[in-house]
């Protein structure tokens, strides 16, 4: 799907708050704020080296959620390689979100799979700081129903944030996926 070759594209998707710029932020310079940003839509390029294939590059778009340009969201989803639906353990709305973006992308790409990660964010949070979702039960959806691939991940402790982006390239190279 991308216009490169050696380029992937990367999207993250979900209900605003849910930590998808936290995770990239873990993921490309190791760290972590506490204070909320409203990111805007934002595009990160990088060189990245890979076990077998040698170097290639990822463009890692963070979305914001609030699309001025419906046009601009569908051409997104319709060029990216992977997605991440990022949902927060702490917040069951997030995970309908999630739902929903699931079947727009299936609607836009056609088809009953698409490469989708599904990200449990904030798995650092305890039943007692707010945790609601539990992983299992969000697995079984993900992974039985869907067909898509699951990862918890906190960008708060860095635990299994690389994970996210493991599982995304994963999606990649499945060869029925790719178009
Ligand atoms: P986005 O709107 O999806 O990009 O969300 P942000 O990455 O901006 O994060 C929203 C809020 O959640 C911020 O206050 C973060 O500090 C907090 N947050 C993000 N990731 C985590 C995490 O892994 N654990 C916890 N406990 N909080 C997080
Ligand atoms: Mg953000």
Redesign the pocket.
């Known amino acids: 799907a991308s216009a490169r070759p050696n380029t992937v594209r990367l999207v ?1 998707l ?13 993921f490309l310079h190791d760290r ?8 805007v839509e934002e595009l990160h390029v990088l060189e990245y080296d890979t076990d077998g294939s040698g170097k290639m590059r990822l463009e890692i778009l ?1 979305t ?2 609030s699309y001025s340009f419906p046009a601009m969201r569908e051409l997104c989803i319709r060029h990216s390689d992977a997605f991440a639906l ?1 949902y ?1 353990v ?1 917040d069951p709305g997030s995970f309908e979100e999630v739902r929903r973006l699931r079947d727009e992308i299936l609607d836009l790409r056609g088809g009953k799979s698409a490469p989708i990660t599904v990200v449990g ?5 305890t039943e007692a ?1 707010g945790r609601v979702l539990l992983a299992g039960e969000a697995m079984d959806t993900v992974e039985e129903q869907w067909d898509a691939g699951f990862v918890e ?5 860095g635990a299994n944030t690389v994970g996210v982006f493991r599982a995304m390239l994963q999606q990649v190279n499945l060869p029925h996926r790719l178009s």
């Open positions: 993250f979900g209900a605003a708050g849910v930590g998808k710029s936290a995770l990239i932020r873990r972590f704020e506490h204070k909320y940003k409203r990111t963070d914001s959620g990022v927060a702490d964010s904030k798995a650092d949070l700081e991940a906190s960008a708060r402790t």
